[in-house]
């Protein structure tokens, strides 16, 4: 059975600091996703990375895959209020499924 | 933007009854997913399908439940006769292709509640 494991589960922070958040398996995914989840509603996609050692940045946000396609994590630099929400990782095990393994998700609060 | 509705939102019911839980996914998507997420627990993927039939489901998804695509526009969850251990958050969820670059669309789930 594939497992990812995020760390840390929680995190509160003030606004301007940065911070870092992992996903690591013992097993290789053909390509991680990375979710938000806001209060009452489904995961909304934020990105995917498919190489190993790919680094994708949205604005604020820096996803690295490993070189190994065991792990990934996502940076946030100079974060702010609005950063605040639920944080998923999941991986897809065969190239192209959709099939998705979830991590338990990191709640993050980033305070004024 | 187009997006995937589920109903109802919220769905009680007592244990040994049929709950059917419903879902429109955006309508030039032809993948269609089944996620739960046990409260306090990760999201787990129950069933994938495609072309009116399970492409994949997981150790979850017993006989107890069943996918439809009745009408070429819901697709629907049925489970026979819950338990106390279905209640959680179900999340329908749709693609247009298979691979990565098709990202799953996530509606606002539906929270079973069985008593």
């Known amino acids: 059975t594939q497992l990812l494991e995020q760390s840390p589960q929680f995190l509160s922070i003030q606004e301007g600091e940065n911070l870092t958040v992992y996903c690591n398996s013992s097993?290789?995914?053909?390509?991680l996703q990375w979710y938000r989840q806001e209060p009452g509603e489904g995961p909304v996609l934020l990105v995917t990375?498919?190489?190993?050692?790919e680094v994708k940045k949205l604005k604020r946000l820096t996803f690295q895959f490993g070189d190994a396609r065991k792990d990934s994590s996502l940076h946030i630099t100079a974060a702010q209020p609005g950063d605040t929400g639920l944080y998923l990782c999941?991986?897809?095990?065969?190239?192209?499924?959709?099939?998705?393994?979830f991590g338990q998700g990191t709640r993050l609060t980033i305070n004024p | 933007e187009p997006e995937v509705t589920q109903t109802p939102s919220h769905q009680v019911t007592q244990m040994g009854q049929e709950v059917i839980l419903r879902c429109v996914p955006i309508s030039n998507h032809l993948y269609f997913y089944w996620y739960r997420q046990i409260l306090g627990q990760k999201v787990e993927f129950l069933v994938s399908?495609?072309?009116?039939?399970?492409?994949?489901k997981s150790e979850i998804f017993d006989d107890q439940f069943s996918v439809e695509r009745p009408d070429g526009s819901n697709f629907t969850l049925k489970i026979r006769s819950t338990k106390l251990e279905d209640s959680a958050m179900y999340f329908c969820?749709?693609?247009?292709?298979?691979?990565?670059?098709?990202?799953?669309?996530f509606g606002n789930g539906t929270r079973l509640t069985v008593t």
């Open positions: 969820a749709s693609s247009g292709g298979w691979s990565y670059n098709s990202p799953l669309h």
């Open positions: 097993s290789v995914f053909s390509s």
């Open positions: 399908f495609y072309n009116n039939e399970i492409s994949e």
């Open positions: 990375v498919v190489t190993g050692g």
């Open positions: 999941a991986g897809a095990s065969i190239q192209g499924a959709q099939k998705l393994v």
